[in-house]
């Protein structure tokens, strides 16, 4: 069955380096969405992707944040300058259709510690 | 704005024990509702989902219904498994592209 794949599984950073997380979503998907969970938290979502643009996003996703297509399979999440509370589990997601009333698929997630 | 509220945990029980996991939400209009579960070192995968009002999602001997009288969407199981230790999450998603989740329920069920 596809799947959405992300890497790395864990990244330990230093306060205010820049990470990238890496996620391939499933091939004949066409809307893309980064969420993320603080220990012990909701999970909140970031942002929404489509057509090559961004088509929603939360407050969190601030001027730190960054999400590209760079390729037609690989979509990133890049963090510029990471803080702490940047620390927690960031899901990719994506789906054919619209998130309203659809599936969206996710992957297994991306563990960051920022220390 | 939209919410989901769900039932804290964690939630221990034992094998063919009955399980419900309660899970309220906020939102106006006509949202979906989902319960994804993570599995150990998984991603969240969608269990089941209920689109309309008195809709049941069910799989995998899991059930919900959408009540929009009492803004619930309540997952039950009437004889859990070991194999069902995993954490559940209820969602919501309304008219645009996010889904909202509520913290995460942990289940452990024991021999």
């Known amino acids: 069955e596809p799947e959405v794949t992300q890497t790395p599984s864990h990244q330990v950073t230093q306060m205010g380096q820049e990470v990238i997380l890496r996620c391939v979503p499933i091939?004949?998907?066409?809307?893309f969405y980064w969420y993320r969970q603080i220990l012990g938290q909701k999970v909140e979502f970031l942002v929404s992707?489509?057509?090559?643009?961004?088509?929603?996003k939360s407050e969190i996703f601030d001027d730190q944040f960054s999400v590209e297509r760079p390729d037609g399979s690989n979509f990133t999440l890049k963090i510029r300058s990471t803080k702490l509370e940047d620390s927690a589990m960031y899901f990719c997601?994506?789906?054919?259709?619209?998130?309203?009333?659809?599936?969206?698929?996710f992957g297994e997630g991306s563990w960051l510690t920022v220390v | 704005g939209d919410s989901v509220t769900q039932m804290e945990g964690p939630v221990t029980l034992s094998e063919e024990a009955f399980l419900t996991i309660n899970c309220t939400y906020t939102?106006?209009?006509?949202?979906?509702l989902f319960w994804y579960v993570q599995y150990p070192g998984e991603g969240l995968q969608l269990l089941l989902k209920?689109?309309?009002?008195?809709d049941k999602g069910s799989n995998k001997g899991f059930e919900a219904t959408y009540r929009k009288e009492t803004t619930s969407f309540h997952l039950e199981k009437g004889s859990v498994q070991v194999s069902d230790s995993a954490v559940y999450f209820c969602?919501?998603?309304?008219?645009?592209?996010?889904?909202?989740f509520g913290t995460g329920t942990s289940l452990t069920v024991i021999p």
């Open positions: 997601a994506s789906s054919a259709q619209g998130a309203s009333g659809n599936t969206i698929y």
């Open positions: 091939s004949n998907h066409l809307y």
């Open positions: 992707f489509y057509n090559n643009e961004i088509s929603e």
């Open positions: 939102a106006t209009g006509y949202p979906s």
């Open positions: 209920a689109t309309k009002a008195d």
């Open positions: 969602a919501l998603s309304n008219t645009g592209n996010q889904f909202y």
